[in-house]
């Protein structure tokens, strides 16, 4: 690092959050250890603001659901755990269902979704959702095509019956490129910690990669509406896409900015 650090950055180096950004990896690296120190704050200040709109949801039984989609290792469950974790889990839930059951099967598609769906005061953050459907399940053969089609007929009608219901729906997409995404499970490969995380799908996602992009496609022609909008995040750097996912929740949902918590 050539330029003469400021003051501020001398204390910020020099602060617990600091010493521990600069030596967690190797080799040291002064920029990206004040990098990490200032998403940290623009973190803390965020969240801090998520326990405002949640307050104000519990004290007027506002109802609010998070569909968080994307590819596989996006970062989706890094985002989520950034947006959950300073919140009163009392009155949040994370819902990541399984494949369905053989009676789900014979249900209505979007029925075991509506079965997680918010109490009064409660958020609901969904690690993938009923848009399965329109990407994950179509690409490896997990539905027919008839029932994509009646999935992609429907999907519009039950988002606007779930919104005139008076939940908030925010719908996010984290984006990464595919290089990033190679990286990515490369990383996970050879970590014994993360290595349960590669699924059968993730090994088949690269090669799927342009099969997966036509269907995101698709999905967003169709399901990118006026009332329901997508927000795509771009999701290569992880801190930004962490802060940009809150920014945008906070954005999206009237709550009251003056509320004292």
């Given at each position: 690092?050539?330029?003469?650090?400021?003051?501020?950055?001398?204390?910020?180096?020099?602060?617990?959050?600091?010493l521990?950004?600069?030596l967690?990896k190797?080799?040291?690296?002064?920029?990206?250890?004040?990098?990490?120190?200032?998403?940290?704050?623009?973190?803390?200040?965020?969240?801090?603001?998520?326990?405002?709109?949640?307050?104000w949801?519990?004290n007027?039984?506002e109802?609010?659901?998070?569909?968080?989609?994307?590819?596989?290792?996006a970062?989706?469950?890094?985002?989520?755990?950034?947006?959950?974790?300073?919140?009163?889990?009392?009155?949040?839930?994370?819902?990541?269902?399984?494949?369905?059951?053989?009676?789900?099967?014979?249900?209505?598609?979007?029925?075991?979704?509506?079965?997680?769906?918010?109490?009064?005061?409660e958020?609901?953050?969904f690690?993938?959702?009923?848009?399965?459907?329109?990407?994950?399940?179509?690409?490896?053969?997990?539905?027919?095509p008839?029932?994509?089609?009646?999935?992609?007929n429907?999907?519009?009608?039950?988002?606007?019956?779930?919104?005139?219901?008076?939940i908030?729906?925010?719908?996010?997409?984290?984006?990464?490129?595919?290089?990033?995404q190679?990286?990515?499970?490369?990383?996970?490969?050879?970590?014994?910690?993360?290595?349960?995380?590669?699924?059968?799908?993730?090994?088949?996602?690269?090669?799927?990669?342009?099969?997966?992009t036509?269907?995101?496609?698709?999905?967003?022609?169709?399901?990118?509406?006026?009332?329901?909008?997508?927000?795509i995040?771009?999701?290569n750097?992880?801190?930004e896409?962490?802060?940009?996912?809150?920014?945008?929740?906070?954005?999206?949902?009237?709550?009251?900015k003056?509320?004292?918590?």
């Amino acid at each position: 690092m050539n330029k003469e650090l400021s003051e501020s950055e001398v204390r910020s180096l020099n602060s617990k959050k600091g010493l521990i950004a600069l030596l967690s990896k190797e080799p040291l690296n002064i920029e990206r250890a004040l990098r990490y120190i200032d998403y940290q704050k623009k973190l803390e200040k965020l969240q801090t603001e998520l326990i405002r709109m949640q307050t104000w949801a519990i004290n007027n039984d506002e109802r609010i659901i998070v569909v968080f989609q994307g590819r596989d290792a996006a970062g989706k469950g890094g985002a989520i755990r950034r947006v959950t974790e300073r919140i009163n889990p009392r009155h949040m839930r994370i819902v990541a269902l399984p494949k369905p059951s053989k009676d789900e099967r014979s249900q209505w598609y979007f029925q075991r979704y509506v079965e997680q769906f918010p109490k009064a005061g409660e958020m609901v953050f969904f690690d993938r959702s009923w848009y399965n459907r329109a990407v994950v399940e179509p690409v490896n053969g997990f539905c027919t095509p008839k029932e994509y089609e009646i999935f992609m007929n429907q999907v519009n009608d039950f988002e606007r019956m779930i919104l005139e219901s008076g939940i908030h729906l925010v719908k996010i997409y984290m984006s990464i490129s595919k290089k990033e995404q190679a990286k990515r499970f490369a990383d996970i490969k050879s970590d014994p910690l993360k290595q349960w995380k590669m699924t059968k799908l993730d090994e088949k996602a690269q090669a799927l990669w342009d099969q997966y992009t036509d269907y995101k496609k698709a999905m967003f022609e169709k399901t990118h509406t006026k009332i329901s909008p997508w927000k795509i995040i771009r999701a290569n750097r992880k801190t930004e896409a962490r802060v940009n996912v809150i920014n945008h929740i906070l954005k999206s949902i009237p709550y009251d900015k003056n509320l004292e918590i």
